[in-house]
Each structure stands twice: as structure tokens, then as C-alpha cells.
């Protein structure tokens, strides 16, 4: 046995020896700072070997199909604790979202929808307080199919969130054709957010303009956090704020309701942050002094590397950089932080002047002003505060053109629902109205007489054979039906459906009466008679 087929055993009867649990990784609403989701995560401790990785088990798991009753367990366990931090009386869990990652074969293995909300069903939950998470591959097999199922969830109120975007088989028509409400950033590429500014960027940008709303993976720097805040990312997860907890933890966490800071969100303003570049120390030293006294937090590097390093874990505002330091000048170092942190505005502050390098510098936008040494003091603090206030200009505006594209996101979005809304109402007028059709269609062929009645008691409707046997009353039609006719129906107190023999215009006749009534609609009566006479006994 192989160590694949090993695992498969171990894995075999792990549901019924109670070894999996659950994880949460806490998700952030970077609008308002506060706690907007969970994702649910599978863990598994083997007694002999122990915790087990879910990139190790859980191919195993999908390739022997166990993923589907291990899937159905997660989701009742993870619908089952939504509902219990709920009835604890956690205000945060109101507002919660528990996301559940789905396999592409737990999608295609049966009904998925129906199982889902009929999980959702026997928990209590409300579907809005449930995401199903997919990633691209799961789409890959049969996409109409995948995309039905998800579009069914969608349209009773489950969030679906497309997991890993950008490191599968992402298309621009996938992403546009598909259900799904939130994008998910790869971590790969909040993790060198700096070398992946451009392609972060562009996903946002892209997923906003489709109505899509963007969460980031895997966000554990202040630089990171930031960056995706000044490109208008909409959510997070990461250990800046809270690693994966256990289910007492993440209780404990929901009680005490964490937020982040307004900093940090993305209608807040942070601190201004100032970083000092310099390779001589003593000049370091007095820059540092000088900035203090305007307030703003003041970090410091002694070389260009040192630079980058420290804009890869702090967010800055203002770059002031000595331009002649050995291994990289101030114009490489700034042309580098502007790949980094293309938001930062860049000063060069030198005694040297490589007068075509700073040209050049400046005309592709890498530095924003060149000032020389040595420095007036005032002059030089004059030229940073206007530098701050350019960044805070820059600020505002992208948040206005976020606010004004998630105002259109959210318009959009209810766009949507409504037009979802009233194509299904029309399908439903129109299978009503087939109904209708097929239920005239068949009382007209019945070979009894029919008459019906409106709640008004007025004769409403009356069949062919109706017609043939009693024509004299068919001029009653729209109007209150003759003495003997009327005299047969309901009193409003009495039953619902009668059956007797009677005289009806002389002849002996078998009849049926029933009342008639639909949720939200009037009711009336309906009378059929057969005829006896000229029947054999």
C-alpha cells in the first residue's frame, strides 16, 4: 500500500471516528473596520499521525469522493454554529458571514442546491448569513451546470465567492458570465504586494467594474493592508488581524467585536508617515529632529535596500531620499518605490545632481521634486507638508471614485435582483395562465354540466355541456344566477363541498358543490351536475 492509498484508508472512517473539526479565519469589511465574515476551514488530527495539512488530505479526500459526506458534515456543523452564536446573543454574529469552501466534487456529485438550502432549512439559518466559496477548476468540468447550481443559491440569498482568482484558467467572460458577488485575491499576490501592485490593482478594478466586490487573502503587513486599501480592495482576511481560531476562540473574539482602526478602513485618513533615506547617519539624525516637531511618524533608512524593505512593512505617505548612496542612488531607490507604492509622493534631497538622471527621473514620474543640499529648514518642511497634502488630495479623490463605483456597484447589483424578480414573476404569470388555460380546456371537456360562481355569487363561467342542457340560464352570465340555481350554493358558514341528488330545471340530477378559495385571491363556488335521467339504473 502506497502512501496515497494509506491516507485514503486513515481518511475512510475519520468522519465516524470524530477526528475532523472546524477552523475560522476572520474576514474584515474594510469600509467600516468591522467583521463581516468567517471562512470555514477543514482541519484533521489522525491519533498516530497526528494534525494533518489540508493541502495533504484534502486531494485525498476529492479523489476517492469521501469529499462529499465530509462536505455535507462541514456544512451542517458550520450552518449549526452560526445559528448557536446567534441564539448566544452575540451582536456580531448578526452581521456574520460563514463561507464554506466547496469541492468541484460535492458540486457535481447531486443536488447541491437543494441540499444546501435545505441545510440552511433544518439549522434555521437565513441563506444571507451563508457564502459557498469555489475556485476557478471547479468550474472547469461542466461550467452551465456548475453555473445553474450557483445561480440557484444566488438568487435565494447565498453570497458566492470566487476562490484563488488569478492563479486558474481566469477569463475575463468567465468572470463576467458566472454568478459570483465576491472575487478573492490570491495570496500569492497580496504576499509580494509590491511586485504585484499592478496586477492587485487590476483585479480590483476589473472585479469593480463587473459589480463584483473584492476580498484579500492572506494579508499580514501594515504595507500589504495599505495597498490594497489605496487600490480600493473591499475586504480582508490575514493574520494582521486574527490567524485561523478554534471555535472557542473565534466565540471568544465575536464576544468582544473587534474592529480595525478608521486608519485602516477605507473612508479613514492615517497618520502621516514620512520615510527618510539616507546612507551619512548624522544627516539622518538632524532630518529627523527637523519632521518630528510637524508630528508625523518619521522612519528612517541607511540605504535604498533598506528603503524597499521597510516600505514592504509600512505604509508611507512621503519618500525624501539622498540621491548619491553606494549600491543604488536615490533615483533607482525611488523608481523601485514607485513599483512598490505607486500612491507615495517622491522627493530627492541631494548635494549631487546627475542633472539628466534627475531629468529623466522626474519626466517619467518616479520623483516629484528635487530639492538640494544644504537645506533651509523651513523651506524644507514647507515642501514635505505640501507634499502630504498632495497625497491627501490624491486620497480623496480615489475615495470619492470608489464611493461613486460601489454606489453603481450596489446600484447595479439591485438592478439585477429586480430584473431576476420580475422575469421570475412572469414566468409565474405565465404558468399560471397556462394553468388557467388547461383548467378551462378541461372543464369544458368534462362531459358534466359546470357552472362557477365569483364571491360575489354571480355566475362567472359556465361549459359547454352546461349550455347544452340548461341554455336558458347562459344569459345569467356576469349577473346573479336564476332563484334555483342560487338557491343551491354555500352559505358563507357552511361546508366546503356537498354532494347530493336534487331537481334541477325538472330533471333529476347528481351534484357536486365546493367552495373554491386561493391564498390571496377571492373565492367563489363551483357546481357540476350530471343528469340522471336517460341513465340505466
Known sequence: MNAAEALSAALADALERDEFSLAWQPQMDLKNGELCGVEVLLRWHHPALGKVAPAIFVPVLESSG?????????????CAQAVAWRRAGL?????LRVGVNVSPVQLAASDFATEVLAALSEAGLPPQALGIEITESGLLNDPGAAASTLRRLQMAGVEISLDDFGTGHSSLARLRDLPVDVVKID???VDDIGASASVTRAIIHLSHGLHRLVLAEGVETEAQLQALVTQGCDRLQGHIFSPALDTEAMTALLAANP???KEQTLSGRRPRTL????DEPHILAALKRLFRRDGYRVFTAGSGSEGLAMLREHAVDVIVSDQRMPAMSGVDFLRQAKEICPHTVRMTLSGYTDLQSIIDAVNEGAVYKFLTKPWDDERLREHVALAF????????NQRLLRENAAANAELALANQRLERLVAQEHQRALTLQDAAGAAHDLLGGLPLA???????ARLAYVNARALADWPQWAADLGDSPAPELASLLLRPDGQTLTERKASLGGRPVRMWLARMALPGSASGQLLAVLPLDGLIA
Not at 469521501?66 to 458550520?78: E, F, K, S
Request: hydrophobic share 45%; charged share 30%; proline share 2%.
Open 389 to 396: 497634502r498632495q497625497r491627501e488630495l490624491d486620497d480623496d
Open 187 to 189: 495570496r500569492a499576490f
Open 275 to 278: 520615510l527618510l533615506v539616507d
Open 91 to 95: 451582536s456580531a454574529a448578526r452581521q
Open 259 to 261: 474592529s480595525l482602526l
Open 66 to 78: 469521501q469529499i462529499v459526506p465530509v462536505g455535507r458534515w462541514l456544512l451542517t456543523q458550520a
Open 450 to 456: 359546470v357552472f362557477g360562481f365569483d364571491s360575489e
